[in-house]
C-alpha cells in the first residue's frame, strides 16, 4: 500500500515537470510511477519541447520543429537547414 501512494507521488511530481516542459503529461505520469528515482530524473534532464527552434514549411506555411522531417499538415518532405 506505501509503494503505491510513494508511486502516485513520483507520479504527479514527474507529470508536473512534464507539463513545465511541454511534453505528455499522461505518459510521464506512467514513468514516474513505475520507475520513481528514475523517471523524475528522465523529466528533470529532458529537453524544454517548447524552446525548440521552428521552422515553416515551404509548401503550406505551417509552423513545425526543425527536428521533424515531414510537414504533419500537408505531407511535405522537409530538408534539415542549413
Do not use: Y
Not at 38 to 54: H, K, N, Q, S, T
Not at 55 to 64: E, F, Y
Request: hydrophobic share 50%; net charge positive.
Amino acid at each position: 500500500m506505501e509503494f503505491l501512494v510513494v508511486a502516485a507521488i513520483f507520479g504527479i511530481a514527474t507529470a508536473a515537470i512534464a507539463w513545465l516542459k511541454g511534453s505528455s503529461v499522461f505518459i510521464w505520469f506512467l514513468v514516474g510511477a513505475a520507475l520513481p528515482g528514475v523517471g523524475i530524473l528522465a523529466a528533470v534532464f529532458m529537453r524544454d519541447e517548447r524552446r525548440e527552434p521552428r521552422r515553416r514549411c515551404p509548401r503550406c506555411g505551417n509552423v513545425v520543429r526543425i527536428s521533424d522531417q515531414v510537414c504533419m499538415r500537408c505531407g511535405e518532405d522537409l530538408d534539415f537547414p542549413a
